[in-house]
């Protein structure tokens, strides 16, 4: 499926969801970014914009992009709701940026990542535009090193939504931080907390694959029930999937 128009279709319950509103994750960017200043900000992957809005709090000016129309449009209004003056929304792609060299002083993207077609490119198209001496923080939910956990999660995740392309594992995202240009300063974890229904609902999942998946948190092993934090209440599962915040660097900022 074309993420585009998954994206598309299902914008108003993104921008409905306290997963993306709010949720851990966002809450520990906005404490890591507390009395910081920028000049020109850049927000990737930004759906519904409440990372760029996050981000607008620390800079003049804040760039927002997302390849999703629809979600552009829940963000627009919810920076109308917001008196926002200072985000600016429009189409555009990790893996090409339509920006000149050095122009920002510091890059957002927030649960995007895994599903970039090509996160190599993407964290080259990172580094380009980022000035020097320039932050990034990259924040994605991340999997396990193990592989049957790694497997299951991968199954999971492309049956709920088949726009997804790949979750990391830490070890993974080492890697392709040590084959870019940027620095890993620093890595921090949390992780999203979640309902399997509100889960699949928020994706559109067909009601064939609800049926699977519901099957497979009922009957998984022990092993992946406690990494992953499956808990039965009555006819739903609570979980949650582990997150991975990475502050970096360019190479050349030290």
Sequence with gaps: MDPKD????QAK???NSSTFSSGLSLKLLSNLLLGK??????DIGTGSGFTAFELSNNCDSVEAIDISSGMLEEAEKIKQKRNIDNVNFKIGFAENLEYAD???DIITCRTAAHHFEDLSKALDEINRVL???GSVYVIDTITSDQKSLNDWHQKIEIMRDQSHVKN????EWKKYFLNSNLNLIEIFQTRVNMNLEDWMERSGTSMKSKKILRNE????DNKVKKFFGIEKIRNNHNFYWPVGLFYLKKTNSF
């Design 13 to 15: 319950f993104y921008s």
């Design 102 to 104: 050095s122009s920002f």
């Design 168 to 171: 990391y594992s830490l070890l």
């Design 6 to 9: 998954q994206f598309d279709r």
């Design 37 to 42: 200043e920028f000049s020109q900000g850049l």
């Design 217 to 220: 948190f009922e009957n998984a």
């Design 131 to 133: 000035k020097d001496k």
